[in-house]
T-cell receptor, first 115, second 113 residues
């Protein structure tokens, strides 16, 4: 399967702990996006990368959130000092920009539960 | 402030009927609008994109219309089937021509056999 993959699929952590999620995009895609989705809501844009460059991080929810894409391939999203309000589904998506297509391909998400 | 509103109520329809979903937006000037399908516990899946200069787009049993004057898109599923049961999300580009999307909350459709 050559779709977007995310790991882990589920994460339960205690408040105050740090967590890191990984996303592997479709290999030929040059854009990678992170979203957060809470129950009953649509995905909320957090940040995105063009190759290894992070083009926007102003929508990251707080300075506890950070993302990297060190070699322009996989990406990680880290949440430090987790809070109960961080419990949500974290989605990664990728796309190929420049070929005239705009659709994004989403991974299955990482479900985070903070206890 | 920018807002995207979809049918707030879930839609329950009989198999074979047409489901019509609404997406209204304010304070956006999108170059295009997309519709996605999301099943429980999974990521959204792209269905259709319609550009600001297009009135209607079709794909198999799906039809999307886009009225930039009314700031509204309608999404139709014709000859609905139980397998169409899912949440449908509309998404607009954030207007800066950099492909970021803003999503509505979605409308849940249940098709009864």
């Amino acid at each position: 399967d050559t779709g977007v993959s995310q790991d882990p699929r589920h994460k339960i952590t205690k408040r105050g702990q740090n967590v890191t999620f990984r996303c592997d995009p479709i290999s030929e895609h040059n854009r990678l996006y992170w979203y957060r989705q809470t129950l009953g809501q649509g995905p909320e844009f957090l940040t995105y990368f063009q190759n290894e460059a992070q083009l926007e991080k102003s929508r990251l929810l707080s300075d506890r959130f950070s993302a990297e894409r060190p070699k322009g391939s996989f990406s990680t999203l880290e949440i430090q000092r987790t809070e109960q309000g961080d419990s949500a589904m974290y989605l990664c998506a990728s796309s190929l920009v420049g070929g005239g297509s705009y659709e994004q391909y989403f991974g299955p998400g990482t479900r985070l539960t903070v206890t | 402030s920018q807002k995207i509103e979809q049918n707030s109520e879930a839609l329950n329809i009989q198999e074979g009927k047409t489901a019509t979903l609404t997406c209204n937006y304010t304070n956006y000037s999108p170059a295009y609008l997309q519709w996605y399908r999301q099943d429980p516990g999974r990521g959204p899946v792209f269905l259709l994109l319609i550009r600001e200069n297009e009135k209607e787009k079709r794909k198999e049993r799906l039809k999307v219309t886009f009225d930039t004057t009314l700031k509204q898109s309608l999404f139709h599923i014709t000859a609905s089937q139980p397998a169409d049961s899912a949440t449908y999300l509309c998404a607009l580009d954030l207007g800066s021509n950099d492909y970021k999307l803003s999503f509505g909350a979605g409308t849940t459709v249940t098709v009864r056999a």
